[in-house]
């Protein structure tokens, strides 16, 4: 059984920083890609930023790109994602995924486990 349980989340004025954390427990696959992706109210699901979990290799979506890191670590099956110089328009709930690294990884339709979603409020 594969679990994501993201953490991290909350309320943070414009130009400040939050770090998301997402936990793994189970393996689905071999090799897999991990990514957080965003949902904001009446919009659809948008990918914000990915990673292959072997060789680190990593994607961002250009609107968070300079601002965000997504990293991990290994020993403790944890996905991170670090925003700073946050904006208004980075108000969504943030969700990460996991899924085969050979997936488009920007696409959400590819993903086959998802965690709960932690809700990231930027006040402006």
């Known amino acids: 059984q594969v679990q994501l349980v993201e953490s991290g989340g909350g309320l943070v004025q414009a130009g400040g920083s939050l770090s998301l954390s997402c936990t793994t427990s189970?393996?689905?696959?071999?090799?897999?890609?991990m990514g957080w992706f965003r949902q904001a109210p009446g919009k659809e699901r948008e990918h914000v930023a990915a990673l292959i979990w072997s060789d680190g290799l990593t994607y961002y979506a250009d609107s968070v790109r300079g601002r965000f890191t997504i990293s991990r670590d290994d020993a403790k099956n944890t996905l991170y994602l670090q925003m700073n110089n946050l904006k208004a328009e980075d108000t969504a709930v943030y969700y990460c995924a996991l899924g085969s690294a050979q997936i488009p990884v920007t696409y959400s339709e590819y993903y086959d486990y998802w965690g709960q979603g932690t809700q990231v409020t930027v006040s402006s």
């Open positions: 189970g393996r689905a696959f071999t090799t897999y890609a």
